[in-house]
């Protein structure tokens, strides 16, 4: 050991930082000659109880030269931070924190203005959110030895709404209902089977697609689309809009189409007026007001029979029953009533009769070019080319008698169900006018002249007109 005037901590000084994660050393009241070996150095860091982390190398460097360590506080060792633990975290299916409505860009770069919208659909049993628990952490080490704890992450946890559950463990949260995912105040999660609109449907809520039932509480403007899985209630008017539903559409202000509102339903649909609109429904049509040039196919029946109950102009079709109060106008405009036969099949039959016709002109093409080419065969004049073409269209022509076969199966099928027409009829509670056309299954009978009160059913092969009771 050297031999000095004062204790060896007169001359250096250890020092520990106050979270104990570092010790420093420093050279003071040292003279130009002032030695000192590494293991004077260890054994004074020792009777300052430093134990972890030491830097021996640095140490080593300062017994060879401490005079250029004078007068500088040297971190000598280092503990280990704790590293807190992760806090738990909530991921969702869906991003909810949208602060503005922005348009749909399209893939061109184009913006759909009508897209600005978008319902969080989910169906029962569906994923919604999941739930990462938080972790422990890991613990450090400070330079005096002492165990530094970490703190644990904190745990995230779902705040459940309305039509909501999560699982035993609570690391899953699912929808109890098909509906809309809303996010409300305090951040709680909640399923609503209705989306509601307080006003207008217009570029500020755009097209409408939802798992559930839609209510508008205003007008549906033109060019919008809404669909929804369940009903549509509009308490305004509809334009020339396209409204789908799986249940039933509710229209309180009518329906002004511009020959381009579209309404299908898989229920019922219910509205005060229609005109110049296309309404296919697979159940019942009620209107209290009017039917105006309009396309209608209803599965069941056509009820028009408020206080003014009138059908003018346009076609209408309904597998079972149309009434309504007044049927066509004083002016004789064309009325067409179709009952006794799904609208579809009674379509499906215009369709292929077109086709028919049009397979027997093809028909027709192809025997006389076979013709020619028989005659040109006899006559020995047939090229390789020529008998390569006989040899397609005999094939063609075959083709063609079968599928023109089956067509007139399919025609033979729907004509059967045409004449089952005996419980179909067409109710009128007040006048049907000249220009009116009754079909019942596949039977016509043209009105002439205004009759009153009138009712016509399908008998024995005829449309019969009797008494409205």
């Given at each position: 050991m050297l031999e000095r005037n004062m204790p060896l901590d007169y001359y250096i000084n250890i020092s520990v930082s106050d979270n104990k994660l570092s010790a420093s050393l420093l050279i003071t009241n040292a003279e130009?000659?002032?030695?000192?070996?590494?293991?004077?150095?260890?054994?004074?860091?020792?009777?300052?109880?430093?134990?972890?982390g030491l830097n021996i190398p640095l140490l080593a460097q300062i017994a060879a030269d401490p005079k250029s360590f004078y007068h500088q506080k040297v971190v000598i060792a280092t503990g280990t931070k704790p590293v807190d633990g992760q806090n738990g975290s909530i991921k969702y299916i869906f991003v909810f924190d949208e602060d503005e409505k922005k348009p749909l860009e399209l893939d061109d770069g184009r913006v759909n203005y009508k897209e600005v919208v978008t319902l969080h659909n989910v169906r029962k049993g569906q994923l919604i959110g999941q739930r990462s628990l938080a972790t422990e952490g890991t613990?450090?080490?400070?330079?005096?030895?002492?165990?530094q704890f970490a703190k644990a992450g904190k745990e995230a946890r779902f705040k459940l709404g309305k039509n909501v559950i999560a699982?035993?463990?609570?690391?899953?949260?699912?929808?109890?209902?098909d509906g809309m995912v809303v996010r409300t105040d305090r951040d709680k999660i909640n399923v609503f089977p209705v989306y509601e609109v307080n006003g207008d449907v217009d570029y500020n809520i755009g097209n409408i697609d939802f798992i559930g039932t839609v209510v508008i509480r205003g007008?549906?403007?033109?060019?919008?689309?809404?669909?929804?899985?369940?009903?549509?209630?509009?308490?305004?008017?509809?334009?020339?809009?396209?409204?789908?539903?799986?249940?039933?559409?509710?229209?309180?202000?009518?329906?002004?189409?511009?020959?381009?509102?579209?309404?299908?339903?898989?229920?019922?649909?219910?509205s005060s007026f229609i005109q110049d609109a296309t309404i296919e429904v697979a159940g019942e049509l009620l209107v209290s007001q009017s039917i105006m040039h309009s396309t209608i196919r209803a599965g069941k029946a056509v009820v028009c029979s408020g206080s003014k109950g009138l059908i003018v102009g346009g076609t209408i079709q309904a597998g079972e029953r149309v009434t309504a109060r007044t049927i066509g106008n004083t002016m004789s405009t064309a009325t067409v009533v179709e009952v006794g036969v799904l609208p579809e099949l009674r379509n499906e039959m215009i369709t292929l009769r077109n086709q028919l016709r049009v397979y027997m002109e093809n028909m027709d093409k192809t025997d006389k070019a076979l013709t020619l080419l028989d005659s040109l065969a006899a006559a020995g004049q047939l090229t390789p080319d020529k008998v390569a073409m006989r040899?397609?269209?005999?094939?063609?022509?075959?083709?063609?008698?079968?599928?023109?076969?089956?067509?007139?199966?399919?025609?033979f099928e729907i004509e059967k169900s045409l004449e089952d027409s005996e419980k179909a009829k067409v109710e009128v509670l007040s006048t049907v006018y000249g220009g009116t056309k009754i079909v019942i299954g596949r039977y016509t009978k043209f009105?002439?002249?205004?009759?009153?009160?009138?009712?016509f059913r399908l008998s024995e092969g005829d449309i019969t007109m009797s008494a409205y009771v």
């Open positions: 130009a000659d002032f030695k000192v070996t590494i293991g004077e150095l260890e054994d004074l860091i020792q009777k300052n109880h430093i134990v972890h613990p450090g080490r400070a330079v005096t030895g002492e165990t699982d035993a463990e609570q690391r899953a949260l699912y929808s109890a209902i007008n549906v403007l033109p060019g919008f689309k809404i669909r929804a899985a369940g009903d549509i209630r509009v308490t305004g008017g509809v334009e020339a809009a396209e409204l789908e539903a799986e249940g039933s559409v509710e229209i309180n202000a009518g329906i002004v189409g511009q020959n381009k509102a579209h309404i299908k339903a898989g229920k019922n649909v219910k040899i397609k269209l005999n094939h063609t022509k075959k083709q063609a008698i079968e599928e023109q076969n089956a067509v007139k199966d399919r025609i009105i002439k002249d205004p009759t009153n009160r009138m009712t």
